[in-house]
């Protein structure tokens, strides 16, 4: 953990609860999902007999396999567990596809996010989530579940995806079982590869090899709708019970492979409130120069999803603890490390963060370019202290940021004009600006600075009313003319 050089500083108010145990084998494995007792994985198992290499187009699609379902998985370490999630929770449109699908003789499950949030939203204390979405797995190829559902599209180049489309804009996403393609290229190696990075991730496999590949053990868990079970490969249902996150496998080497799941264990541990196993805490911090190999347009996009789902706090926190905050924003992790010298800054950014959680739970997400400008604000506020150019000083701090964390045009040019629009808001000018599209956003950032800094803000809402359009239908905060792009891995 790194050390901070000023112990008065404010820690969050509710970090993360760590409720890691002394590790209890439960599932009778080890953290690479081998079996303790004759050290294989299943992947070497089944791999062996079958001794196949992947490639689109390899695994056993399952369709007039005639095998009972409970019978599919044997010799893979599976663990079944009678879990039954809340019906009503469940999306039945995703229901829906999966019970399609299973008719037509294919493997399907929900997998991933909605199983692990289901799972923590039961028992007695538990605090009830909604999925934010629903997605499936299946032994059926896209080309399959094209020819299954009408509403449905193939999406992307490098692994094709089917999206099942409903009314509202709703998506289920339909993926073919896939393996880690570093089991494939690693296959027979002895030697160790320093690379490990994954750039192409486009193999077929089965339903344990796609529980393996995935990042965290609670994200590994697949949902059976009829037997209304869970399907765990690799620990996770015992990992849901001590709310701790864990990578599957060896956590350097995880994040050596991604290292964009450095911020999902962060992200994971700030909004669900989980602990992080101490081991992976520190791959964590070991592993944290390896952010800078990321892919850029996907750490940008993880960096507001640590901010839209009201966990900026805790994230920001955590991101600044484990030193990755100095590697993706340095800027902002030198102001927080320099509290003296900017005078209680890293106080009254938390502060504003903390405020900015609150609005998100109040009101829903605030718009991308908001959660972006508050999160620069004050180290922004501080580059151009004293300089004429305000503009010209906004520029040159913000170009190395959009170089390095691939920040889009759209959103830094709308910073540039919220910085000046806002202390003309907090000085009571409102000029012309008053009826630009940033006007709200800028309300925004204006009413979080203010707050951060023990001012009252009473005059905010009253410019916020008088701004309105008057008819009353506004989206509430997701606007608009920034609409978020899906950055897929
Ligand atoms: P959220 O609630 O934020 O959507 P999620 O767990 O569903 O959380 P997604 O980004 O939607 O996250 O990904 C869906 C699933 O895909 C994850 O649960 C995980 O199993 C797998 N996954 C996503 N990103 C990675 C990654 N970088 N490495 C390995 N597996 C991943
Ligand atoms: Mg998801």
Not at 277 to 299: N, T
């Amino acid at each position: 953990m790194r050390r901070r050089s000023n112990p008065d500083l404010p820690p969050p108010p509710e970090l993360p609860s760590f409720t890691v145990e002394p590790e209890v084998d439960t599932a009778d494995r080890d953290h690479e999902g081998r079996d303790a007792r004759d050290g294989r994985s299943g992947r070497d198992r089944e791999g062996g007999e079958r001794g196949e290499r992947g490639g689109q187009g390899r695994g056993d699609r399952t369709r007039g396999d005639s095998r009972p379902p409970v019978e599919r998985h044997d010799a893979t370490g599976l663990q079944r567990h009678d879990a039954p999630l809340d019906e009503d929770a469940i999306d039945p449109d995703a229901a829906k596809v999966v019970r399609r699908l299973e008719r037509s003789g294919f493997q399907a499950y929900l997998v991933g996010g909605c199983v692990r949030d289901l799972l923590l939203s039961t028992g007695p204390d538990a605090v009830a989530r909604r999925p934010k979405d629903f997605d499936v797995a299946t032994s059926a190829r896209p080309d399959d579940v094209r020819s299954l559902f009408r509403n449905c599209r193939i999406i992307g180049r490098r692994f094709r995806l089917a999206h099942v489309l409903f009314g509202g804009g709703k998506v289920v996403e339909v993926a073919t079982f896939r393996r880690n393609p570093t089991s494939v290229i690693g296959e027979g190696d002895t030697e160790e590869d320093d690379d490990l990075l994954i750039r192409s991730d486009n193999v077929f496999g089965e339903a344990h090899e796609d529980a393996l590949r995935r990042d965290f053990t609670i994200n590994a868990l697949f949902y059976d709708l009829d037997r209304r079970q869970v399907l765990d490969w690799c620990g996770g249902m015992p990992d849901i019970q001590r709310r701790t996150i864990r990578t599957i496998g060896e956590p350097a080497v995880r994040f050596r492979e991604d290292p964009v799941r450095i911020l999902r264990a962060i992200k994971f541990a700030a909004r669900l409130d989980l602990g992080i196993d101490p081991h992976v805490y520190d791959a964590m911090v070991g592993s944290r120069a390896e952010l800078a190999r990321a892919a850029r347009p996907r750490i940008f996009e993880e960096i507001l999803r640590l901010m839209r789902m009201g966990g900026s706090h805790r994230s920001m926190w955590l991101m600044w603890e484990i030193g990755a905050m100095a590697i993706l924003l340095p800027e902002l992790s030198a102001f927080l490390d320099d509290d003296e010298a900017t005078d209680g800054g890293s106080i009254r950014f938390f502060k504003k963060m903390n405020l900015l959680d609150r609005r998100t739970r109040e009101d829903g997400a605030l718009d991308d370019v908001v959660l972006m400008t508050a999160l620069f604000y004050d180290v922004l506020e501080e580059a151009a202290h004293g300089m004429r150019d305000l503009m010209g000083a906004v520029n040159e701090f913000l170009d190395p940021v959009i170089d390095r964390i691939a920040m889009p045009r759209r959103i830094a040019d709308a910073i540039r004009r919220i910085m000046f629009m806002v202390p003309r808001i907090m000085a009571g000018k409102i000029g012309r600006f008053a009826r630009t599209e940033l006007f709200l956003p800028a309300l925004d950032v204006a009413e979080l600075v203010m707050a951060s800094r023990g001012e009252s803000t009473s005059g905010i809402e009253t410019l916020r009313r008088e701004a309105l359009p008057p008819t009353p239908t506004r989206e509430p905060r997701r606007t608009s003319a920034f609409p978020r792009t899906r950055v897929r891995r």
